[in-house]
């Protein structure tokens, strides 16, 4: 998961590289276990990670405005992660859910027919089989939870 995210961010700070970089916090405790205040990221499955923005100039996480999200950028990255298959779930706002759905339709050219198993929005409220569905308190940062049942097979044929 870390090296998939390190190449996904690089390959974004490539493509546009006088942006504010994106910020990763709270993946898991070392060797596991609670990590307050988060009921997940116990088993390095989740991160926290916060939205992507034009401004130049950011002090650390925040809860940046509507307007002010870099939606090519938070694009990039979701279509990346999702084609690499590791995904499990994304949590979000579902006013970003929203932005970040036009914009893939109307700026990216993505086939609605891909976006409706990934966006909760504009399925019903509450769609729980999406990737990207809402879960309170994601306004702001995006957190991501990664399959890991490569890792657990390749656990398994090492141990």
Same mark, same amino acid.
Do not use: C
């Given at each position: 998961?870390?090296?998939?995210?390190?190449?996904?961010?690089?390959?974004?700070?490539?493509?546009?590289?006088?942006?504010?970089?994106?910020?990763?916090?709270?993946?898991?405790?070392?060797?596991?276990?609670?990590?307050?205040?988060?009921?997940?990221?116990?088993?390095?499955?989740?991160?926290?990670?916060?939205?992507?923005?034009?401004?130049?100039?950011?002090?650390?996480?925040?809860?940046?405005?509507?307007?002010?999200?870099?939606?090519?950028?938070?694009?990039?990255?979701?279509?990346?992660?999702? /084609?690499?298959?590791?995904?499990?779930?994304?949590?979000?706002?579902?006013?970003?859910?929203?932005?970040?759905?036009?914009?893939?339709?109307?700026?990216?050219?993505?086939?609605?027919?891909?976006?409706?198993?990934?966006?909760?929005?504009?399925?019903?409220?509450?769609?729980?089989?999406?990737?990207? /569905?809402?879960?309170?308190?994601?306004?702001?940062?995006?957190?991501?939870?990664?399959?890991?049942?490569?890792?657990?097979?390749?656990?398994?044929?090492?141990?």
């Amino acid at each position: 998961m870390v090296r998939l995210l390190q190449d996904t961010f690089h390959a974004m700070h490539r493509r546009w590289p006088n942006r504010h970089p994106v910020i990763a916090h709270d993946l898991s405790r070392l060797g596991g276990g609670s990590l307050r205040p988060h009921k997940s990221h116990r088993a390095g499955r989740d991160i926290d990670v916060g939205y992507p923005t034009r401004d130049r100039e950011r002090d650390g996480w925040g809860r940046p405005s509507l307007d002010s999200i870099d939606y090519a950028r938070l694009w990039f990255v979701i279509d990346r992660l999702e /084609r690499s298959g590791r995904l499990a779930a994304i949590y979000m706002s579902p006013a970003i859910q929203r932005r970040l759905y036009r914009f893939a339709i109307e700026r990216a050219g993505a086939d609605p027919e891909r976006l409706e198993p990934m966006f909760q929005y504009p399925a019903a409220k509450g769609a729980k089989r999406t990737l990207i /569905r809402h879960s309170p308190g994601h306004r702001d940062h995006i957190h991501m939870r990664f399959d890991s049942a490569t890792d657990v097979d390749e656990l398994a044929l090492t141990s």
